[in-house]
């Protein structure tokens, strides 16, 4: 019923005109005025002009992401809804009065949206297209704008929400784990602060506007953090919920035990909106630095890649007002992932390297003499390699003949028309391999930085003059008018895009008139002009550049009537069809890399939107873990002679290359249950390892009470890759060229983990066991509950089936904290003790090896070796996978 009211929910906002960037008032009259209409929807003004606001804290115990403290003023009042909005009145399917969650950050700008179109006020919110999930829950905007200066119903900002709840903050009178029973309880029947607010702490946690961006040891005014681009960005969450405890609720926290993105949701996490606008908006970027010029994405993956004609795409472009790059790196499926490059210098003229990996700049700039020099960055991260000669600028890479990739630069990058100073610059190449420069060497006179041809027989550059060198001869194309931003295209037509000046042979090409650098043109080897291409109406081109490979796409900046460069965009010289890539203040030298061999190495017939698509952009965290497991389970399938599967206890405490005595793969993930672990042994390990001896199942005894619905449920539902491999059979008739390659064009990106693990390394520091506590009421898990019977029969199965193909099972229990001990309970999440021996009895029973680390909490797991109650540290999981090699050493006697 839920889900066919979430439905019905998603229909009513498309007849709402919610989409397609529609951010239009209505024109009716309104007969009550603003103050009324808020009034009646249940909202407070909050008088915060003049006055500050402290977010985070200096805490040294307190988490990193809410660190340091940061004092936010105001010079406006909003509006904040008294309560979080309820069942009622987003018409969910629960009771009225309860807080509405199970909610995405999506659902809430939707829900605001609808609900300024309703009261006829402008909406706050703008995007292109919306997604959905099978349930009806909003998982993705695309090209999402969030207009602060708006005057219409939004999400607050944190500084707002902060604002608004220090004005009696009373935790101890909320709905929590000490009095909630563990559920949401109707809005507004615990305390209410000074302000008339209910529940700003307790009850539902709530959704605000910002993503979670470091904060830095300054005051801002009027403080809205920064507008999440991605969907893999993390987002704030405040106020704790029905499962916090008083005292772990504190205003200055702004997560969750779990990350959340904008497509999270949870049954604990809901929202309140604000209204009011934002006009003079104080921003960081997502390193924590202010940011007066933030980059809007406005380009999907799959619309880009289509566009280039390549399984995946790179962008770097210059933002001229922090002097950085921006690189966005557009995957074969799953949303565009952005970082940036601020290397502590300005960065101009990036090229990507012909693999993909390496990024080239310079710190001169076409057009203007001076000192300049070249570096080159590994795009997966790394130092710095600076090309050591006295002068170098505008580089450029390529391949030669014999398979060497060089860098080509010039001298001198500056104003062309003159001869003589032309001539006493040079144009230069030098080896790049193994992340190291070999030693430079002239190819000839003349700065030629806008490139040269494979087999050096052209060769072209523009700084005023539209200079060629064809077959050693050096000459000016164009008639000798004005002409910039020269682009040698590296597809093997060698054709050369360029700007002008609205001359006159450009007008005598085109056949009418047109404005500076409205039109770009190509010209063919000989220099002949072969085509022309208009900006869009309102724009003219800059800083024109060939896509890698192609001889027909090329990337540009757009600038407007004032001259500033607003847009990034695709451009196809031959149809004038234009693709949107991103927004900004001053974008600057675009430069954009296609994986053109990528699609050639792949079975024709595999779906790219969901074949090895093992995560997407939004799902939850765990997900993402076990993305990186089946990449190392498809790369090593060959070789492995061990698997380990379970959850987190087991992915943490156990390090495959610690593991000696056999080729191990661990392919356990946080939540991992019995439900995972059947489905990843029956239908992968236990299908796709022809030299497997053994398979290591952990048995958290506390995990025994779970549901398919719990964790393996989201995780097939979430993702369309291990849906496709099971309507494949999951490939028992062979595994198809090319799925390796698309499983590690997955993104697998480091900011979704939610432990201070490194992603695939999964090792933790020692925090130590800490407190023993008990997140469940264990009087009511008893062995003989049905959910066991039917948990330990698929464990039963399992042995039985592993047997068969003559693989050896091992059931893992692993270390918890001692102290439960002293306990009735087992673990964290439960169990009597005295059920637990019965259960670890019907284990043994089964015929498989019962490797008990935990020993009812006699072990000799010392404090050092814990990242919490029940997690290993790396020294930790240095004994555990010690021990679990000599059970492995014993096992082969």
């Not at 602060?148 to 009696?168: D, H, I, V």
């Not at 390529?398 to 040079?426: C, E, H, M, Q, W």
């Not at 072969?530 to 192609?550: I, K, M, N, R």
């Not at 009537?561 to 890539?581: F, Q, S």
Request: glycine share 8%; charged share 20%; aromatic share 12%.
């Amino acid at each position: 019923m839920k889900n066919i009211v979430c439905l019905l929910l998603v229909l009513f906002f498309c007849l709402w005109g919610m989409g397609c960037s529609n951010s239009e008032s209505f024109s009716s009259a309104q007969e009550n005025t603003m103050q009324d209409v808020l009034a009646q929807n249940g909202f407070v003004l909050v008088r915060a002009s003049g006055n500050p606001v402290t977010l985070g804290t200096d805490d040294e115990s307190a988490s990193v992401k809410d660190r340091p403290s940061m004092v936010a003023n105001f010079d406006y009042d909003f509006w904040m809804g008294k309560h979080e909005v309820t069942c009622g009145e987003m018409g969910l399917d629960c009771d009225d009065s309860l807080p509405a969650t199970d909610v995405t950050y999506f659902d809430a700008v939707l829900y605001a949206n609808k609900l300024s179109k309703a009261e006829g006020f402008d909406t706050a919110y703008t995007y292109s297209k919306a997604t959905f999930d099978e349930n009806g829950a909003c998982t993705g905007l695309e090209s999402l704008l969030f207009w602060s200066s708006k005057e219409a119903f939004r999400l607050p900002t944190e500084a707002e929400w902060a604002y608004a709840a220090n004005q009696g903050w009373n935790p101890d009178g909320s709905w929590n784990s000490n009095n909630s029973g563990f559920k949401l309880h109707h809005v507004c029947s615990s305390y209410v602060n000074k302000l008339g607010l209910c529940d700003m702490a307790g009850n539902a946690k709530e959704w605000v506007e910002d993503a979670l961006v470091p904060f830095v040891s300054m005051e801002i005014l009027d403080y809205i953090g920064v507008q999440g681009n991605s969907l893999l960005d993390e987002r704030v969450v405040k106020g704790g919920s029905y499962r916090d405890g008083p005292s772990d609720m504190k205003i200055f926290k702004r997560g969750d035990i779990y990350t959340v993105t904008s497509s999270s949701k949870a049954d604990y996490i809901g929202f309140r909106l604000a209204f009011g606008a934002i006009l003079n908006p104080g921003k960081l970027d997502n390193e924590g630095h202010m940011n007066s010029a933030a980059v809007s994405i406005l380009a999907q993956s799959k619309d880009v890649n289509h566009f280039n004609a390549g399984l995946r795409s790179k962008l770097v472009f210059r933002n001229d007002v922090t002097h950085s790059l921006t690189y966005l790196y557009y995957p074969a499926v799953g949303a565009p992932i952005t970082a940036n490059l601020n290397f502590g210098i300005s960065a101009y003229h990036p090229d990507i390297s012909p693999d993909g990996n390496w990024l080239a700049f310079c710190t001169g700039l076409e057009g203007v003499s001076g000192q300049s020099k070249v570096y080159v960055y590994p795009l997966d991260g790394g130092d710095l390699v600076e090309l050591n000669v006295e002068q170098a600028a505008i580089p450029r890479w390529r391949v030669l003949p014999g398979g060497d990739t060089v860098l080509v630069y010039v001298t001198n990058a500056g104003n062309n028309k003159i001869d003589s100073t032309f001539f006493a610059s040079s144009t230069w190449q030098v080896k790049f391999a193994n992340g190291k420069f070999g030693t430079s060497e002239k190819l000839f006179d003349g700065a030629y930085h806008g490139g040269v041809s494979e087999n050096d027989e052209l060769a072209v550059t523009g700084a005023r003059l539209l200079r060629s060198r064809v077959k050693g001869e050096d000459g000016i194309w164009y008639n000798g008018e004005q002409a910039c931003n020269v682009s040698l295209s590296r597809g093997g037509a060698d054709r050369t895009l360029f700007l002008d000046f609205a001359s006159k042979s450009g007008k005598a090409f085109v056949g009418s008139a047109y404005g500076v650098h409205e039109r770009a043109f190509v010209a063919d080897s000989d220099g002949k002009m072969v085509l022309s291409v208009a900006a869009p109406e309102g724009y003219a081109f800059d800083h024109t550049e060939w896509v890698l490979g192609s001889d027909s796409v090329f990337v540009a900046t757009l600038t407007n009537a004032n001259g500033a460069h607003k847009k990034v965009v695709l451009v196809n010289a031959y149809t004038g069809e234009i693709l949107d890539l991103a927004e900004g203040d001053e974008l600057w030298h675009p430069v954009m890399w296609r994986d053109i061999a990528g699609r050639d190495s792949l079975d024709p017939l595999l779906d790219l939107d969901s074949a090895g698509v093992y995560y997407t952009a939004g799902a939850p965290f765990f997900v993402l873990e076990l993305r990186v497991q089946m990449e190392n389970f498809w790369k090593m399938r060959d070789s492995v002679t061990a698997v380990a599967l379970g959850s987190s206890r087991t992915m943490y405490g156990v390090h495959a290359p610690w593991v000696k005595s056999q080729k191990l793969l661990n392919m356990a993930f946080s939540s991992g249950d019995i439900y995972g672990i059947d489905y990843l042994a029956r239908n992968y390990a236990l299908q796709h390892l022809p030299k497997l001896k053994y398979l290591v199942l952990e048995t958290s005894i506390d995990f025994l009470w779970v549901t398919e619905a719990a964790s393996w449920q989201i995780v097939f539902a979430s993702v369309p890759g291990y849906r496709y491999d099971e309507s494949h059979d999951f490939w028992k008739d062979g595994v198809p060229k090319g799925l390796e390659k698309l499983v590690s064009g997955v993104p697998k990106p480091q900011s979704e983990m939610t432990s201070p693990a490194k992603l695939g390394e999964f090792l933790l520091p020692a925090n130590g066991w800490g407190s023993p506590n008990v997140m469940h009421d264990t009087t009511f898990m008893r062995a003989t509950d049905p959910i066991v019977v039917n948990n330990l029969e698929k464990y039963r199965n399992l042995v039985k089936l592993a047997k068969s193909q003559g693989v050896t099972v091992v059931f893992l229990i692993p270390p918890q904290n001692p102290e439960y001990a002293k306990t009735g309970s087992f673990g964290i999440y439960g169990a009597l003790r005295s059920d637990v021996q019965k259960i670890i009895d019907e284990l043994s029973s089964m015929g498989a090896v019962v490797f008990d680390e935990n020993n009812m909490g006699k072990h000799a797991y010392t404090d050092d070796m814990a990242f919490n109650e029940d997690h290993l540290s790396k020294k930790g999981a240095e004994r555990l996978s010690a021990r679990l090699d000599s059970l492995f050493v014993d096992l082969q006697k």
